[in-house]
T-cell receptor, first 117, second 106 residues
Framework: VQLQESGPGLVKPSETLSLNCSVS????????WSWIRQSPGKGLEWIGY???????NYNPSLKNRVTIAVDTSRSQFSLRLKSVNASDTAVYYC????????????WGQGALITVSS | DIQMTQSPSSLSASVGDRVTISCRPS??????LNWYRQKQGRAPQLLIY???KLQSGVPSRFSGNGSGIDFTLTISGLQPEDFATYFC????????FGQGTRVDVK
């Protein structure tokens, strides 16, 4: 299973961060897919997950600003984080979420997103 | 949120050493405890899930133990590729991670 993040590396404060994750080597259907970010200040932080059916679950601390969506026809899922500020600067990872064990089994390589004007 | 506290934050070791890392959640998490290794510049890699179960393909020098609010990861016979940062993660509630333990060369 391979995952690959894509999207702009620089986002202006107050704007919306958008990332896509392309999945290969496995069907996007039948699994859960997640976003996680990592920054020096906050460490690893789970953002949320989506089931191929569209069911989502978000970190309460980000819930008001986050939307995760899935496009099964393209084998992709996406992250939108609105009203960003400097504290949202991080490496963003997409990952598979194995719900039975609560593990992140496969990860993308990560995308560094910087919030700056 | 459940806070995950790892100790030590860093340690120095040599190839062949036995290394133990501790992880303590702020409340009981049953057996919903997982461990990851993150090499410099790479994504984390799942090593152990459900406290002590080895992920497929992970060498047997890695082992996990514990219960309640006291968990450990042990590496028996440190290899060059094991100089990295290790994270614990709970999935009892909203997933959270420890702050990491960096293992570097003595």
């Amino acid at each position: 299973v391979q995952l690959q993040e894509s999207g702009p590396g620089l986002v202006k404060p107050s704007e919306t961060l958008s990332l896509n994750c392309s999945v290969s080597g496995a069907s996007i259907s039948g699994y859960y897919w997640s976003w996680i970010r990592q920054s020096p200040g906050k460490g690893l932080e789970w953002i949320g997950y989506i089931h191929y059916s569209g069911t989502t679950n978000y970190n309460p601390s980000l819930k008001n600003r986050v939307t995760i969506a899935v496009d099964t026809s393209r084998s992709q899922f996406s992250l939108r984080l609105k009203s960003v500020n400097a504290s949202d600067t991080a490496v963003y990872y997409c990952a598979s979420w194995y719900v039975q064990a609560g593990t992140f089994d496969y990860w993308g390589q990560g995308a560094l997103i910087t919030v700056s004007s | 949120d459940i806070q995950m506290t790892q100790s030590p934050s860093s340690l120095s070791a040599s190839v062949g050493d036995r290394v133990t890392i501790s992880c303590r959640p702020s409340q009981t998490i049953s057996n919903f405890l997982n461990w990851y290794r993150q090499k410099q510049g790479r994504a984390p890699q799942l090593l152990i899930y459900s406290v002590s179960k080895l992920q497929s393909g992970v060498p047997s020098r890695f082992s996990g133990n514990g219960s309640g609010i006291d968990f450990t990861l042990t590496i028996s016979g440190l290899q060059p590729e094991d100089f990295a940062t290790y994270f614990c993660q709970q999935s009892y509630t909203t997933p959270t991670f420890g702050q990491g333990t960096r293992v570097d060369v003595k």
